[in-house]
């Protein structure tokens, strides 16, 4: 993992207590990676996350996965996306696995890092 920074110590207190909703609620973790030439694509998460290579890793927008939360709880996240989107360039979402999928909400520093937030759902 790379070393604490000051945009990850931003990314990790607009994490703080929430849950993302899905069958199973799990709270929001900020990670920092090694950045890379361009902006995250699914190899610099497969690197980065340790995704087994047989894995299925689909890849979506920001507002796709608000879509997925529901309505009344929206509000809770404002603060957090805010916060993505004004340290980080190109972010995007990336679900790893099937049915327990990790996600990945990454996007570049502007010192070319990867930073963002994983959580866990359930998807039946």
């Known amino acids: 993992m790379a ?39 699914e190899a610099a998460v497969r690197a980065n996350a340790k995704v087994e290579k047989d894995a299925p890793v ?30 980080l360039s190109g972010v995007t979402v990336f679900k790893v696995g099937e049915v327990n999928m990790d996600v990945y909400i990454v996007g570049r520093t502007t010192d070319g890092q990867y930073a963002g937030v994983k959580t866990q759902v359930v998807e039946t």
């Open 58 to 87: 689909q890849q979506l927008t920001v507002p796709d996965l608000t879509r997925t939360i529901p309505s009344e709880s929206r509000g809770e996240f404002l603060h957090l996306f805010a916060t993505l989107a004004h340290h």
């Open 3 to 41: 070393k604490t920074t000051p945009v990850l110590k931003e990314l990790k207190a607009a994490a703080k207590g929430l849950l993302f909703p899905s069958e199973s609620d799990a709270p929001l973790e900020a990670f920092a990676w090694p950045g890379g030439d361009g902006p995250p694509d």
